[in-house]
């Protein structure tokens, strides 16, 4: 896997995402993936708040579905859970933000979909695919990783379920999730800092099965797990969530 990462210039409020793809994105070979970093789809959708003028505990509340009250962590976090991902702060960051938080984008997934179909039709290409990311945290593991916020033109699940290990015992649960592999790699090459990379060009994976399409609902909807049936669901139902106070367009 060759991963290039794509220098820009400072991303601020008042830009089209698709003129920031036309000036930076000069070529996307056949069966490659571009990463696009979700706070740069932010900016440009507006999805922006100034710190002096918003409480950020209220704004995080806004944002999640659930959340965690602030007196239950150390470190002065809000623990949620947004889009059924258990994620700090509801995504709300500051990191890069000029004075303002950025949000997550309003629908990564339509995002993710147009800009797929966008790029295909520009090179004219027909296996292309998009990922939206951001980075967490991890349980018991210090530091950040990738993840994905949608993803489109490929399958995000290789399913090995029924299919036989070198000792041809057969697998029974496992399914590697190619569209989170490939948001860890990405974010860790495009970086956390001032390295100014907010895209990344993925190269050169024969892992990836590329679709010639939006991913359908039901390949949406088995990227998630009810919290209750959940491998973590002890942990995850032991503790008070409160209902967030998302606003539904």
């Known amino acids: 896997m060759k991963i290039t990462p ?4 400072k991303i601020v409020p008042g830009r089209k995402l698709c003129d920031i793809l036309d000036r930076y994105v000069k070529k996307i070979p056949e069966r490659s993936i571009l990463a696009v970093t979700s706070k740069i789809v932010s900016i440009c959708e507006g999805r922006i708040a100034p710190v002096d003028s918003v409480d950020k505990t209220k ?6 579905d659930y959340f965690l009250p602030l007196k239950q962590n150390k470190y002065n976090v809000i623990l949620t859970i947004k889009n059924n991902m258990l994620i700090p702060s509801a995504g709300v960051d500051e990191s890069n933000g000029n004075g303002s938080y950025i949000l997550w984008p309003r629908d ?4 993710a979909n147009e800009i797929r179909v966008y790029l295909t039709k520009r090179f004219k290409k027909k296996n292309i695919g998009v990922i939206i990311t951001d980075s967490r945290t991890s349980p018991l593991r210090w530091g950040t990783t990738g993840t994905v916020l949608a993803h489109s033109g490929f399958s995000a699940l290789n399913d ?4 036989p290990d070198i000792f041809r015992r057969k697998l029974k649960m496992t399914k590697a999730n190619v569209s989170e592999g490939l948001a860890a790699a990405a974010v860790l090459a495009i970086g956390e ?3 100014q990379t907010p895209l990344a060009l993925i190269e050169d994976v024969p892992f990836v099965h590329f679709q010639t399409r939006n991913p359908s609902s039901s ?3 088995e990227l998630s797990i009810n919290p209750k049936d959940d491998l973590y669901a002890s942990l995850l139902r032991g503790v008070s969530w409160r209902k967030g106070k998302k606003k539904r367009d």
Do not use: P, Q
């Not at 990564?108 to 995002?111: A, K, P, Y």
């Not at 090995?160 to 299919?163: A, E, L, N, S, V």
């Open 193 to 195: 800092g001032n390295e």
């Open 160 to 163: 090995y379920i029924g299919k």
């Open 59 to 64: 704004l995080i509340e806004e944002e999640a």
């Open 219 to 221: 390949e949406v909807k």
């Open 6 to 9: 794509i220098k820009t210039d």
């Open 108 to 111: 990564s997934r339509r995002t």
